[in-house]
C-alpha cells in the first residue's frame, strides 16, 4: 500500500464547475498536509498548505484534512480552464511523500 | 513564497556522459535541499537530501555513486548525474524549504533530462 493515494485521473468538468480532488494516507503521524499544481514539464508550485486538521480557504481554493479518516481534499470553486492541470497532494513530518497526481482538465 | 531556481530546464545528452544540474536558491538561504525524479505520469520520488556542508543523505535504492550531490554553499546544490545512460532519462525537480523540515516546500522548475 502506497503511503499517500491519488487517483490519477484525468478529471474532466465544464468551466464554472466545483472540483474536488481527493487523497488518503495511511501514516497517522503525519502533520503537514499540501496541495501543488504542476503543469506541463514544469516544476510543482504550492497551491495550500494546512498544519494538522480543519480548514483553509485561500480564494477559490479550499483545503480540508480529516485525520480522523486519513483523508485530504483540495476544491477548486468557479473553475477555469486555466486550473487545467496535474494537481499533487502530498503529506509528511520530516518529509514529504507525494500522491501520483490528479489530471485536471477545465472545458470552456 | 520562496522562489528556487534550476538549470538547465532541459539536457540531451549521449549515453555514458556525465550532466551537472543546478539548483539555486534565490531569496533566501537553503541548509536543505531535496533532490526528486519524476516519470510521466507518476508522482516525485525523493532520491536524496541534501544538506549543505556534509554529505547528502540517500533515499533506499537510489546509487549515491551515480547522482552525485554536492552542496556547497547555503544557496547551491548541485546533482550530476554520472555515465549516463538511457534509463536515467527523467525528469529531475530540486525543492528546498524555509527550515529544516521538508516542509512548505518550494520547487525549481525542473529539468528534463535525455540521455540518447
Known amino acids: 500500500q502506497k503511503e499517500v493515494e491519488q487517483d490519477p485521473g484525468p478529471l474532466s468538468v465544464p468551466e464554472g464547475a466545483i472540483v474536488s480532488l481527493n487523497c488518503t494516507y495511511s501514516?497517522?503521524?503525519?502533520?503537514?498536509f499540501m496541495w501543488y499544481r504542476q503543469y506541463s514539464r514544469k516544476g510543482p508550485e504550492l497551491l495550500m498548505y494546512t498544519y494538522s486538521s480543519g480548514n483553509k480557504e485561500d480564494g477559490r481554493f479550499t483545503a480540508q484534512v480529516d485525520k480522523s479518516s486519513k483523508y485530504i481534499s483540495l476544491f477548486i470553486r468557479d473553475s477555469q480552464p486555466s486550473d487545467s492541470a496535474t494537481y499533487l497532494c502530498?503529506?509528511?513530518?520530516?518529509?514529504?511523500?507525494f500522491g501520483a497526481g490528479t489530471i485536471l482538465r477545465v472545458k470552456s | 513564497g520562496a522562489v528556487v531556481s534550476q538549470h538547465p530546464s532541459w539536457v540531451i545528452c549521449k549515453s555514458g556522459t556525465s550532466v551537472k544540474i543546478e539548483c539555486r536558491s534565490l531569496d533566501f538561504q537553503a541548509t536543505t535541499m531535496f533532490w526528486y525524479r519524476q516519470f510521466p505520469k507518476q508522482s516525485l520520488m525523493l532520491m536524496a537530501t541534501s544538506n549543505e556542508g556534509s554529505k547528502a543523505t540517500y533515499e533506499q535504492g537510489v546509487e549515491k555513486d551515480k547522482f552525485l550531490i554536492n552542496h556547497a554553499s547555503l544557496t547551491l546544490s548541485t546533482l550530476t548525474v554520472t555515465s549516463a545512460h538511457p534509463e536515467d532519462s527523467s525528469f529531475y525537480i530540486c525543492s528546498s524549504t524555509l527550515g529544516h523540515r521538508n516542509t512548505e516546500a518550494f520547487f525549481g522548475q525542473g529539468t528534463r533530462l535525455t540521455v540518447v
Open positions: 501514516n497517522s503521524a503525519f502533520q503537514y
Open positions: 502530498a503529506a509528511g513530518l520530516n518529509k514529504l511523500v
